[in-house]
């Protein structure tokens, strides 16, 4: 597809020259030869306002979000859709013709979306969740989406993961909270094991969590892609289960911000993960 229209997005972020969205956009511009531009915008907290109200007046068709303006942006929108207001925060922001800014949350679909291209079925609805930051809220709410029945949460901080369990449990998905200390006892059971903390990060403290009550047949998933390996995800394939690595959710939540951008449903395959990830400092 070619297309005679010059258009511009962007990713924003405070610091922001460590994000990869540029680098991935801009592979999937280069396949489809769309005339375009993705740039990254290094935006102060407090300027948000101004420069997201400001898109329009510049000609940028919408904005990817990342830290630390994804919760602030939620106030600083026209109108949320519904994902948005359950998790609370978004990573796009799109605007319309009229210049309204319209916020959408898309980490939840890259989660599912990264699940299901690795060949995951649900079978039994029973997860098990590590984390009770803002990326938790995206996975709980996929975890959702998907069918699961059944979530059990663990934080380091406790207070915070009940009230995660209080703002998310619905009738048909009960979320209960496992103390940090003795999470790994209540793993009996669980088909999939998910670390959205940032533990085991390449410049983060290791997560230390044993897996020996993890049924063998149970999937492992780490939203982290840096290291791609996670040490979490070294031990579980060590014992045979089934893992998932955090690229391909970074991949896949990107599609529907390029669809709304330029008009096309991008493919991730192969040589797109290769591609971001040359591209890793």
């Not at 020259?17 to 990254?40: T, V």
């Not at 529907?256 to 991730?268: L, M, N, R, S």
């Amino acid at each position: 597809m070619t297309t005679t229209q010059n258009l511009k997005a962007g990713v924003m972020g405070w610091p922001i020259h460590h994000s990869l969205s540029p680098r991935l956009h801009g592979f999937w511009l280069d396949r489809y030869g769309i005339d375009g531009s993705y740039e990254a915008f290094a935006v102060e907290p407090d300027h948000l306002p101004a420069t997201l109200r400001g898109l329009k007046a510049r000609g940028i068709s919408g904005v990817n979000l990342t830290i630390p303006h994804k919760v602030a942006a939620c106030a600083i929108v026209d109108e949320l859709d519904p994902a948005a207001k359950r998790i609370g925060a978004i990573n796009l922001v799109t605007v319309d013709d009229n210049g309204r800014l319209l916020g959408r949350n898309t980490d939840a679909y890259g989660f599912e979306q990264n699940l299901l291209a690795a060949g995951f079925k649900k079978q039994n609805g029973v997860a098990f969740v590590l984390g009770a930051g803002g990326a938790a809220r995206a996975v709980l709410v996929a975890l959702e989406t998907m069918g699961f029945t059944e979530i059990r949460l663990a934080n380091r901080t406790l207070d915070k993961a009940e009230k995660l369990a209080r703002d998310l449990s619905t009738p048909d998905c009960a979320i209960s909270v496992v103390g940090w200390e003795n999470a790994s006892q209540g793993l009996a059971n669980v088909e999939l094991l998910v670390n959205a903390t940032s533990l085991g990060m390449d410049g983060q403290p290791p997560l230390d969590f044993p897996l020996e009550n993890l049924p063998k047949d149970a999937w492992v998933t780490d939203i982290v892609y840096t290291p791609l390996k996670t040490a979490l995800l070294d031990q579980a394939n060590m014992r045979g289960n089934k893992i998932v690595d955090g690229l391909g959710m970074l991949l896949h939540q990107a599609r529907p911000a390029f669809q709304a951008f330029f008009g096309v449903d991008p493919e991730v395959d192969a040589a797109l993960r290769e591609h971001v990830l040359a591209g890793r400092s």
